[in-house]
């Protein structure tokens, strides 16, 4: 009996890594995913979203066309107080900005260039301190507007008053947290 149960909690904890591989090469165009995390006074945003939907390609960027449409879209994104719209009374400043895609290649990277060619993504993050969090109520994220191909963002949401999910569009990009 020990045996088995050893095996299913060994198995109800590899479940959700496999199932993670497995949904990480795949993706719908048109269709993002945002995490967000609130802990105290730290406010924490991810979001992963198809290459196709801020760049218009998955590949790796080769022309010098493609080349300045990552980086404008790197600079773009990387603009937390334009991206990240928050309630001015919680008074929350971005302190750290990650901006990561497989598009722009170093010569010091080494990727699986199959994945790479049909499904790469923008993988955001931002984290923000927030002085007066009480007042942290919604979160607007404004990336439909420079990017428009974008349609949906499918998010979850952790904070002291629980756990929240929420689907944005480009009509409806603020995230309220219902306490």
Known sequence: MKIILVLFLLLALCL???????????????EGKFT?????????????IPADDIVGFEHTAKSEEQKQKVKRAESE??????????????????TAVDVKS?????????HDEAEEESHAEFHVSYTFRCEVPKF????????????????????Q???????FSMELTSRKNTFTFFK
């Open 77 to 94: 994104l990387k603009q937390a107080a334009e991206i990240v719209l928050l309630p001015k009374k919680s008074r929350c400043k971005a």
């Open 136 to 155: 942290l109520s919604w979160v607007t994220l404004n990336v439909f507007t420079p990017f428009p191909r974008l349609k949906e963002l499918h998010g």
């Open 16 to 30: 959700p890594s496999l199932a993670k591989k497995r949904s990480h090469a795949a993706h719908v165009h048109g």
């Open 102 to 110: 497989s598009l722009s290649e170093d010569e010091d990277d080494h």
């Open 157 to 163: 949401a952790v904070t002291m008053d629980g756990q």
């Open 36 to 48: 967000l995390v609130l802990e105290r006074h730290a406010l924490e945003i991810e979001m992963e």
